[in-house]
């Protein structure tokens, strides 16, 4: 790992401007009102600061705005009604139950209305121990409501000193993410490549990859600003990740058997070569992610554009030197990986040329896409909510868990003699998610980092008696724990326990022992009653809805297959559906492989054919390849061998994904087609040319038209042979997965 990259991009991403701007507006109030000698008053505003931060996550400022407005009024009524229901055990219990189920039910509205749902559950845990009477009540909330008002003017206050940066920092993110796709990628150019490691690592980068992708989507495509142009940096920007998106579908390339390839070349070095070369490719585009996430130009440096020069030149006389009629085939692939290689090369150095946001450049770049479809939009549609209602929702299912979860943990608080057992229902609303393996590793990292954090704090108070030290050290540790509160969990946690330690020690003095035991116990006993509710409590497994995936799967890629081939049949589609239907099959394939990789995490005897299933997902991630390899042929080659001789292939590879999709569906058997193996024209001319190169080799002829036409039509056959076989394979491996 290189630490100074890591430390550069952290530095410069938007994890840590949330991390200062959310401890700012926590802390801030905190301070005032402690000058004036109402620290108490001061902590309330501080909370209603915090509450409000949560639904503060990135996207469009309108979406952000909106998500606080609601989030503040909702805040405020939840601090009214728990402050009038606390004092009465029984209205606070209906009130836990109630609250629990509505607030977890809205999730069906989409990410940031489930934001909204936590942190007014949040709301009505952190009010359950500071009882009031008479018009206590109601002045406690309205320090929530100051304090989130505060924060929220803090927030678009500083969104409008730099309306872009965050658009950057996650344009940045997402570039760093591509870059670690291709490192992968490159593994497959290793001597000793472990092929099952690989796909999985890729099916796992390619899950981080859609989500910085659909973020930067959200911002870009949802921001009205942006949209309009009407800026350099706007529409730089625009173009920057409509190229990253490009590069990355050029990075999904894939011409050949890798184990052919190795099988070649066992005894040279030349695949190492490419390999470094790859990575070099990654390192470029660190770089440039790095500079946009920080707002500066790129260096570049020309060493990447120097070594593929001399690799050129080593694969020319390597080839001329070993090349013969038996190994044509795989010259020609090792020719088109360092085209690829080169196309990638030049894309990156496009890419340093947006980082500098000339805005002669930007006038250049041409007129962009309908964005609104490449973007979902979420309604608030009751509509939507009522037909969740019902136990094959796993949103209604999570909803009923929550609150029975919370109840339990509601009566085990009166039951025990503990210390801030309000905690109890902090880890079960924090922990329990919809699917079960989200929950097993959220009470893991919670619990396993607030042992951990305790064991730190306890060395904190030990050591340091100064409280001017120890708050200046609270703040690095806020700081870090709303930094490290979205990615890195664990972390987050480990910093949050010493920083909750130092809290409390710093507003009473409380004996930090006592604490440190109340916050341990407290958090043990949440994380078993959520642990035990996820398992018995109506549970959601991923065998339950893994056939959805698997089918909108098959969809995208067949739409994607049947988008791209069309133009070889003389019928191209426009550039718009073309992007919509390779965002659409992007997308699928990394919903399915979340959901694979989730299901690994649950228990054994829920993991329904999981080797089928891996095999589904290894041969849909090696379709979608192969079909983004096609793709790359659309512009210099769809036109000249445009032919009515594809369209017998382009059936039969479709009518075997629509078979697939039959078998999944449990469809009866016969309505799917038999197997049927069209007259293959392509093929046929393929061989043709073939022999003829082969025969121009033994008689040492090395350049000719056949030569080139060879190169130019090979890798589209092959594509569209590899296509329909991987399409072959797929519904195989679907008929395997509902036979066992």
């Known amino acids: 790992m290189d630490y100074v990259k890591e430390y550069k991009s952290f530095v410069s991403s938007h994890y840590l401007s949330d991390g200062v701007r959310i401890t700012a507006g926590i802390v801030l109030p905190a301070i005032i009102f402690n000058y004036f000698n109402l620290l108490s008053a001061g902590v309330v505003v501080a909370l209603g600061a915090m509450s409000v931060s949560i ?30 229901a606390a004092p009465h055990h029984i209205t606070l219990g209906i009130l836990i139950v109630v609250a629990c189920f509505a607030f977890s039910m809205i999730s ?36 929530i409501l100051a304090g989130a008002v505060w924060y929220m003017l803090l927030s678009l206050l500083l969104y409008s000193f730099r309306p872009y940066k965050l658009a950057q920092q996650a344009l940045g993110d997402c570039i760093m993410a591509t870059a670690n796709y291709l490192r992968i990628r490159a593994s497959f150019y290793e001597k000793e490549v472990d092929y099952e490691k690989t796909y999985q690592q890729m099916m796992e980068q390619q899950i981080v990859l859609h989500g910085e992708q659909n973020l930067v989507r ?22 920057m990740f409509t190229d990253i998106v490009d590069l990355f579908e050029r990075t999904m390339t894939s011409y050949h058997d890798y184990k052919a390839l ?26 440039i992610g790095i500079a946009v996430k ?31 009629a038996e190994n044509v085939d795989s010259f020609i692939s090792m020719r088109h990986i360092l085209h690829s290689i080169s196309d990638i090369a030049g894309r990156i150095h496009t890419l340093h040329l947006y980082t500098a946001y000339d805005k002669e450049l930007s006038k250049k770049i041409p007129k962009q ?80 980092g607030t042992i951990l954090g305790a064991a730190i704090g306890l060395l904190i108070l030990y050591f340091i008696k100064d409280n001017e030290a120890l708050f200046v050290i609270m703040l690095v540790l806020m700081i870090g724990t709303y930094s490290f509160m979205r990615n890195k969990y664990l972390v987050s946690v480990i910093l949050m326990t010493p920083y909750i330690l130092l809290l409390f020690h710093l507003l009473n003095n409380a004996s930090f022992k006592v604490i440190i ?13 959520a642990f035990l509710a996820n398992l018995i409590l109506l549970p959601a497994w991923e065998q339950e809805q893994v056939s959805n995936y698997m089918l909108e799967t098959i969809r995208s890629n067949k739409d994607y ?94 009518t075997r994904l629509e078979d697939a999709e039959k078998i999944l569906q449990d469809i009866p058997a016969e309505t799917v087609a038999p197997e049927a193996q069209p007259q293959n024209i392509i093929q046929q001319r393929l061989q043709e040319l073939l022999k003829a190169r082969r025969s121009e080799l033994q008689q040492g002829v090395h350049e000719s038209d056949t030569q080139r036409q060879l190169t130019e039509f090979k890798p589209i056959a092959d594509q569209f042979n590899f296509i329909d076989n991987i399409a072959a394979d797929i519904k195989k491996t679907g008929q395997q997965w509902m036979e066992l």
């Open 55 to 84: 639904t503060d996550t990135p996207g469009p400022i309108h979406h952000r705005k909106n998500g606080m407005v609601a989030c503040i009024i909702i805040n405020t009524l939840m601090a009214l009604i728990t402050g009038l």
């Open 561 to 654: 297959f049947k988008t791209i081939a069309a133009a070889f049949t003389g019928n191209p589609v426009t550039n718009t559906e073309y992007k919509v239907s390779r965002k659409n099959a992007f997308v699928a394939l990394a919903n399915l492989s979340d959901a694979f990789t989730r299901m690994l995490s649950e228990p054994k005897s829920k993991q329904k054919n999981i080797k089928q299933l891996h095999q589904f997902v290894v041969l849909n991630h090696m379709l979608t390849s192969h079909i983004a390899t096609l793709s790359y042929y659309v512009k210099p080659s769809a036109e000249k061998y445009a032919s009515p001789d594809f369209t017998p292939l382009i059936n039969n590879a479709a």
């Open 294 to 324: 920080s707002g500066r130009r790129s260096e570049e440096t020309g060493l990447l554009t120097e070594h593929i020069k001399k690799t050129k030149e080593f694969f020319d006389n390597f080839r001329n030197d070993r090349r013969n």
């Open 262 to 287: 190795h099988d070649a070349f066992a005894e040279d070095d030349i695949l190492e070569q490419y390999r470094q070369l790859i990575l070099e490719l990654a390192n470029e585009l660190d770089e």
């Open 108 to 143: 069906v509205f989409g990410a940031r209305a489930n934001s909204i749902g936590v942190s007014a559950l949040l709301m009505m845990v952190l009010n359950i121990d500071r009882q009031h009477e008479g018009w206590d009540v109601l002045i406690n909330a309205g320090y």
């Open 369 to 448: 896409l309908d964005h609104d479809k490449f973007v979902t939009h979420q309604p608030i549609d009751w509509k939507l909510l009522k037909d969740n209602l019902s136990f094959a929702s796993n949103n209604f299912r999570h909803a009923v868990r929550t609150s029975i979860a919370t109840l339990v943990g509601y009566i085990t608080s009166m039951l025990l003699p503990l210390g801030h057992s309000y905690w109890i229902l902090l880890t079960i609303i924090v922990i329990l998610k919809p699917a079960y393996s989200l929950t097993k590793k959220r009470n893991y990292e919670r619990l396993i």
């Open 218 to 239: 959200e911002l870009l495509f949802k921001s009205r600003d942006i949209i309009k142009d009407s800026t350099t940096t706007g529409r730089t920007l625009l173009m």
């Open 517 to 529: 035991t109340d916050r341990v116990i407290d958090t043990a006993i949440g994380s078993v009653i």
